[in-house]
T-cell receptor
Framework: AQSVTQPDIHITVSEGASLELRCNYS??????LFWYVQSPGQGLQLLLK??????LVQGIKGFEAEFKRSQSSFNLRKPSVHWSDAAEYFCAVVNDYKLSFGAGTTVTVRA | SAVISQKPSRDICQRGTSLTIQCQVDSQVTMMFWYRQQPGQSLTLIAT?????????ESGFVIDKFPISRPNLTFSTLTVSNMSPEDSSIYLC?????????????FGQGTRLTVV
């Protein structure tokens, strides 16, 4: 079964600095991969997704992610973070029509 | 996209009681999913609910504890039965937005449950 791992539990970044969140997926056929964001007290919002094709995926709120089959990774990036990006970020993979989520990475943005 | 309304948004319940959470979608969807997010944890799938059939539960979750109804293509309920403090979590409803597997999932705002 497909699964994802998020190695970083917590990341602190300065406002205006770049951000990269790591996500590794388990071996298998081309996965369907997602990044979701959960702001405090909110539900989950889809940032972007990858099914096939172009390995660099653009999402909402200025986020992008790159699918690298050689590294089994789907890392999320943002060139310049805003204070409103402070949230919990989840990588997810479709596993037999169901979503399996990583443990999540908490992002703290300092002024 | 799909807009999902969950009720209640939060509740504080006594142990031993039950709470029913409602999930309403603004369009017809094939699959609806219920997740649990324990404090500081990721999301864990409880069950998949299809209209007209019994819900399919994931390992570790049973129908007696988490009965689910799916009376039509826009509505579902999850009941948390005989609650204990360990059931304190956020419960989220999710729908399959494209009708072909969970290739794009939309989530409700969640129900924050505290059991005392």
């Amino acid at each position: 079964a497909q699964s994802v791992t998020q190695p970083d539990i917590h990341i602190t970044v300065s406002e205006g600095a770049s951000l990269e969140l790591r996500c590794n997926y388990s071996y298998g056929a081309t996965p369907y991969l997602f990044w979701y964001v959960q702001s405090p007290g909110q539900g989950l919002q889809l940032l972007l997704k990858y099914f096939s094709g172009d390995t660099l995926v653009q999402g909402i709120k200025g986020f992008e992610a790159e699918f690298k089959r050689s590294q089994s990774s789907f890392n999320l990036r943002k060139p310049s973070v805003h204070w409103s990006d402070a949230a919990e970020y989840f990588c997810a993979v479709v596993n037999d029509y169901k979503l399996s989520f990583g443990a999540g990475t908490t992002v703290t943005v300092r002024a | 996209s799909a807009v999902i309304s969950q009720k209640p948004s939060r509740d504080i319940c006594q142990r031993g009681t039950s709470l029913t959470i409602q999930c309403q979608v603004d369009s017809q969807v094939t699959m609806m999913f219920w997740y649990r997010q324990q404090p500081g944890q990721s999301l864990t799938l409880i069950a998949t609910a299809n209209q007209g059939s019994e819900a399919t539960y994931e390992s570790g979750f049973v129908i007696d504890k988490f009965p689910i109804s799916r009376p039509n293509l826009t509505f579902s309920t999850l009941t948390v039965s005989n609650m204990s403090p360990e059931d304190s979590s956020i419960y989220l409803c999710s729908v399959d937005g494209q009708g072909v597997g969970n290739t794009e999932a939309f989530f409700g705002q969640g129900t924050r449950l505290t059991v005392v």
